[in-house]
């Protein structure tokens, strides 16, 4: 077995055979659960992507003769690799029941073998959002908003079925040679009502809204809204909005500061957007694309840029302007060319107004000039006081709970016991709400530690030998008749 790139995986070697269908030709990629690979069917040769399910936390990959069979570590990790491979096969499902949607990717196949499971989806050639930006630089505010348009508008339906994707990022939005974004990896996501509550966090630094990193904190569109603003963010400054994730307080504007040269407009759908409280954001992604686009709700035609991506060389997006047909006479250009400036002009106020009208009618604030940074309100509410949720792994118990407690005595403190051969016994191994998590008091209705028992013994104790109870002395008490009598002369 040979291993790549990908520090800590183990990825199938090139010209394994899958399914008796699909051939490996390289790894592209991997994680914390799931390791992708670039194939083909050896049928048609078309190239497909397939995402293997391989949590190298959980499981190892053995060779048998030929196979590479995964199995899970023993004990309660066995359940843990069961419940991931589920979660897997869900997302498979989800796919499938997508695929008339242009910016989703598609699922071709799925099917389980070597003790796991495989996904076969579409192979998208392009670049993730992440490495164009690092490649080309940033982007404007028009060409983000062309290309996440189709985005937004695909993950309306998504949301329509009561599907939140929650890992929205540009390391899962792919750039294609088609000049559009593609949204892939719906591991996170799941059926769940957007009124319920989540049973896991599941976090993106920089990218998931704080409410996600609250257990039981509540599911609905806000998460994925909070995220594609991020994902804007990125996309005009090259960095993630990190320090805006938990902000000290409610107030922005020191974040988007370095964004002054948007129009008010634009400034103003990004401060919605990523607001520290979900009632203060868009509380769906149709207004979102409204304000984004100028069009109403209910009117969701979308009009592309045509853009042109080269193949070789530095990948570039620009308009192409429509071509001008060169045997027309010196007047009918001028005559043309005053009509469709005038025709120009009139559309710009109109669309001007409309987005105007749109952003007003979401109760956005009117930013400053685009030459200035935005200045800071003179009036605001009472803002609540934040706490940061100390790291105490590593303490000891009666530690921990007094650090947290010192912060918000109402939270429940539940405690939980395992053996560790690291951790020191007493010691906290890890804790449910992670260090460096901000909240405001009543917030986190409890918090979950877990806490060493110190090494297990691998020798088992036997029971303690009886010590043997003294015996009497081996003889016989003779009576008269055993007695030698010696006669007398």
């Known amino acids: 077995m040979t291993t790549n790139s990908y520090s800590g995986f183990h990825s199938l070697p090139a010209g394994t055979c899958l399914h008796n269908t699909y051939l490996i030709q390289e790894t592209i990629g991997a994680g914390g659960f799931a390791v992708t690979y670039k194939g083909v069917r050896k049928d048609t040769g078309k190239t497909i992507a397939i995402k293997e399910y391989f949590p190298p936390s959980l499981a190892v990959r053995n060779e048998q003769e030929g196979l590479y069979v995964l199995y899970p570590f023993p004990n309660k990790n066995t359940g843990m690799f069961q419940k991931g491979l589920r979660r897997f096969l869900n997302e498979a499902k989800i796919l499938k029941s997508f695929q008339e949607l242009e910016s989703i990717v598609s699922v071709y196949d799925l099917f ?20 164009y930006v ?21 993950l309306a339906k998504v949301h329509e079925r009561g599907l939140i994707h929650r890992d929205i990022s540009p390391d899962n939005l792919i750039l294609g040679i088609d000049n559009k974004l593609h949204l892939i990896d719906f591991g996170a996501a799941s059926f769940e009502s957007i009124k319920s509550t989540q049973n896991t966090v599941i976090v993106k630094a920089g990218y998931a809204p704080p409410e996600q990193y609250i257990p039981n904190g509540k599911i609905g569109p806000w998460i994925d809204i909070y995220a594609i603003c991020a994902t804007i963010y990125f996309s005009l400054t090259g960095s993630s909005p990190t320090e805006s994730v938990h902000p000290s307080d409610t107030d922005l504007s020191p974040v988007l500061a370095n964004l002054n040269q948007l129009l008010p407009w634009q400034y103003a759908i990004l401060e919605k957007g990523l607001q520290f409280r979900p009632s203060d954001r868009f509380q769906s992604v149709n207004a979102l694309y409204s304000a984004l686009t100028g069009t109403s709700e209910n009117n969701q035609d979308i009009t592309i840029l045509q853009m042109n991506m080269p193949k070789k060389g530095r990948t570039r997006i620009h308009t192409l302007l ?27 106020a109109r669309t001007l107004t409309e987005r105007t009208e749109v952003i007003r009618n979401y109760s956005i604030p009117t930013q400053p000039a685009i030459s200035s940074p935005p200045a800071k309100r003179t009036a605001t509410p009472k803002k609540p006081k934040i706490f940061v949720m100390p790291d105490v792994t590593g303490t000891t118990t009666k530690k921990a709970k007094k650090r947290i407690h010192n912060l918000d005595s109402t939270i429940r403190i539940d405690v939980s016991y395992t053996y560790n051969n690291t951790i020191k016994k007493g010691n906290v191994i890890n804790q449910s709400v992670a260090g460096g998590v901000h909240f405001t008091k009543g917030q986190l209705p409890s918090i979950s530690l877990t806490v060493s028992k110190g090494k ?34």
């Open 112 to 131: 389980e073998e070597n003790g796991t499971a495989y996904l076969v989806m579409e192979y998208i050639e392009g670049l993730t959002l992440s490495q």
């Open 134 to 154: 690092a490649e080309n630089g940033t982007l404007t505010f028009p060409e983000i908003s062309e290309l996440i348009a189709p985005v937004i508008h695909s």
């Open 322 to 348: 429509p071509k001008r047909h060169n045997t027309l006479r010196p007047v009918l250009f001028s005559v043309l060319g005053i009509v469709i400036l005038g025709m120009l002009v009139t559309a710009l």
């Open 456 to 489: 297990k013994s691998s020798v088992t104790n036997s029971p303690k030998e009886k010590k043997p109870t003294k015996k009497p002395p081996d003889y016989k008490v003779k009576n008269d008749d055993d007695l030698i009598s010696i006669p007398l002369d």
